[in-house]
């Protein structure tokens, strides 16, 4: 049951106003549409894991699957409170979670700082707890970190990509760079959702601004 009570979808709730979700993982289709490869551990030794919010899951994984060297990928849920949450709770804001990408990625073809950039570049990190039109809380920008080589690498490109923004009279990066936390996988109707509906919604938009190496 969602809980009857108003929520601003642009504060993150606590652990006493958070909905109390379930103990029962969600099951999906273990086979990726696009690539084949599989979505759920184990993966190959030769690949690794990074997961990114940046808006709408359907459009951020699209913009991901489609680089060379990414193995397979997945949307979910991630950086909230609530355990295992549906999408319906997700988008109440009483979840506390991110809609993001799971992206599994060949190291051998594609760097981590490869991904960071196309990260940077398919979405607006300044715009707090909204993409666009679509707002709340789930929409945040976040690039959350397996490793402590991963945070290096993402502060710092925030950093960088922050210099680039503020030459092109853009505003100050809002992006959450945390250790990954539970990856919680969303319904199978929503993986790979672009693939399946080519006409689908994609709301994702850049700031045009290129980051530079």
């Known amino acids: 049951m969602l809980n009857p009570f108003p929520q601003d979808k642009k504060l993150l709730p606590t652990i006493e106003t958070a909905l109390p979700g379930r103990a029962k993982e969600m099951l999906v289709d273990p086979v990726h549409f696009v690539t084949g490869n599989t979505v ?15 808006g709408c899951f359907w459009g951020a994984e699209k913009k991901f699957w489609s680089i060379e060297g990414v193995y397979s990928s ?4 991630t950086g909230g409170v ?18 993001v990408v799971l992206v599994v990625y060949d190291t051998r073809k594609v760097s981590y700082g490869e991904l960071l950039k196309v990260f940077w570049e398919s979405h607006d990190p300044t715009q707090g707890m909204r993409q666009g039109n679509d707002i709340g809380t789930q929409y945040r920008s976040g690039v959350y970190c397996y490793s402590d080589a991963q945070q290096e ?14 030459r092109s009279g853009r505003g100050v990066i809002t992006t959450e760079i945390l250790p990954a936390a539970e990856f919680y996988y969303a319904e199978t109707y929503h993986q790979q959702y672009l693939a399946k509906n080519p006409q689908g919604y994609c709301g994702l938009g850049g700031t045009g601004v290129c980051y530079e190496d």
């Open 153 to 166: 690498m993402a502060v710092e490109s925030a950093t960088h990509y922050q210099e680039m923004l503020k």
């Open 74 to 77: 997945a949307v979910g849920y």
């Open 82 to 99: 609530t355990p295992n949450p549906n999408y319906e709770e997700t988008c109440t804001g009483l979840t506390g979670h991110n809609e």
């Open 40 to 54: 759920k551990v184990p993966f190959p030794q030769y690949c690794d894991r990074a997961i990114f919010g940046l």
